[in-house]
């Protein structure tokens, strides 16, 4: 795998194309989820090369982005997890980085690769 994998969770095909076509774009390798549960298995399977995890907040589903956030950080504190909304800052959970959309392509960039 490539030096640096995001994995992607998003539960609107179009958003989480755009999302993807934007890492890869920077040289990412990219891993997609519609859901929590999915990103769980990814999780497990490829954690320990992730580098960076976005997450929307609102999720089909039964996990919430916030939960996931917070397993992914309890599996793998030293990940970078990014969460994004369309509606206000939730709580987020301690060295999570929040974007409130709409955003630029490149604040996700940095926030990605920080």
């Known amino acids: 795998m ?39 298995l990814v999780l497990a399977t490829t954690g320990p090369e992730l580098r960076a995890f976005v997450i929307d ?10 939960e996931l956030a917070e397993y992914a950080k309890r599996q793998f504190p030293g990940l970078n997890v990014v969460m994004v909304s369309g509606h206000g800052p939730p709580y987020v959970p301690q060295d999570t980085y929040f974007l409130m959309k709409p955003y630029e392509p490149q604040q996700l ?6």
């Open 57 to 66: 907040i609102q999720l089909g589903g039964a996990m919430s982005g916030v």
């Open 2 to 40: 490539s030096n640096f994998v995001a994995l992607i969770v998003e539960d609107d095909p179009f958003q989480r194309e755009t999302l993807a076509d934007l890492l890869k774009s920077a040289g990412l390798q990219v891993v997609e989820c519609a859901n929590g549960e999915a990103a769980e």
């Open 109 to 114: 960039l940095d926030a990605v690769l920080r």
